[in-house]
């Protein structure tokens, strides 16, 4: 079990720049987050899926598009970066979410010039 | 709105120690308290889920314990040593309200060999 897996793991954009963080798990979860970690403010919950072909808004969706296709696969779409979308970014996978384990993947650090 | 409360924010202690890291929230009405593990420039590990109607989780060294009538929750590590090293991080999911996690700022843990 490779659990959950973040690529990649540093990146670099400009202002306006475009990309996608990808995040994957093998443990068949239904439940699936992306988190942002920032100095100060704690982790903060940006969108989130029960499922594959349902997703919802966290705390601080904007500026953030997701898609949840399949099962395994929950990528983090930055439609134009900004400066204050630089962090750390964690992607998190449970069975469900109330009274379920969470599990985290490694992280994505980004910085956006 | 629930809140999540980690006291202190660094702890400095000399290694072979029992210690005490304290949790606090601000709602009762939880799913699940779970503590995590934060090496630097890592995710977050999971190290013990508490269920609401739980009175502690044993593993290892590790002992969580929930009181959930007064919102506390402690983790005591027996017999500390250098490798326990990290930040530690509680998390609630409410029964109430938004699907995430909510977490504390964490206490940054420092074993003196």
């Known amino acids: 079990n490779a659990g959950v897996t973040q690529t990649p793991k540093f990146q670099v954009l400009k202002t306006g720049q475009s990309m996608t963080l990808q995040c994957a798990q093998d443990?068949?979860?239904?439940?699936m987050s992306w988190y942002r970690q920032d100095p100060g403010m704690g982790l903060r919950l940006i969108h989130y899926?029960?499922?594959?072909?349902?997703?919802d808004q966290g705390e601080v969706p904007n500026g953030y598009n997701v898609s949840r296709s399949t099962t395994e696969d929950f990528p983090l779409r930055l439609l134009s970066a900004a400066p204050s979308q630089t962090s750390v970014y964690f992607c998190a996978s449970s069975r469900g979410l109330a009274g379920y384990e969470q599990f985290f993947g490694p992280g994505t650090r980004l910085t956006v010039l | 709105k629930q809140e999540v409360t980690q006291i202190p924010a660094a702890l400095s202690v000399p290694e072979g120690e029992n210690l005490v890291l304290n949790c606090s929230f601000t709602d009762s009405a939880i799913y699940n308290l779970q503590w995590f593990r934060q090496d630097p420039g890592k995710g977050l590990t999971s190290l013990l889920l508490i269920q609401s109607s739980q009175r502690e989780q044993t593993s290892g060294r590790l002992n969580a314990s929930l009181d959930k009538s007064s919102g506390r929750s402690t983790l005591y590590i027996a017999a500390s040593q250098p490798g326990d090293s990290a930040t530690y991080l509680c998390?609630?999911?409410?029964?109430?309200?938004?699907?995430?996690?909510?977490f504390g700022q964490g206490t940054r843990l420092t074993i003196n060999p």
């Open positions: 443990m068949n979860h239904e439940y």
């Open positions: 998390a609630v999911i409410g029964i109430q309200g938004a699907q995430k996690l909510v």
């Open positions: 899926s029960v499922g594959a072909g349902i997703t």
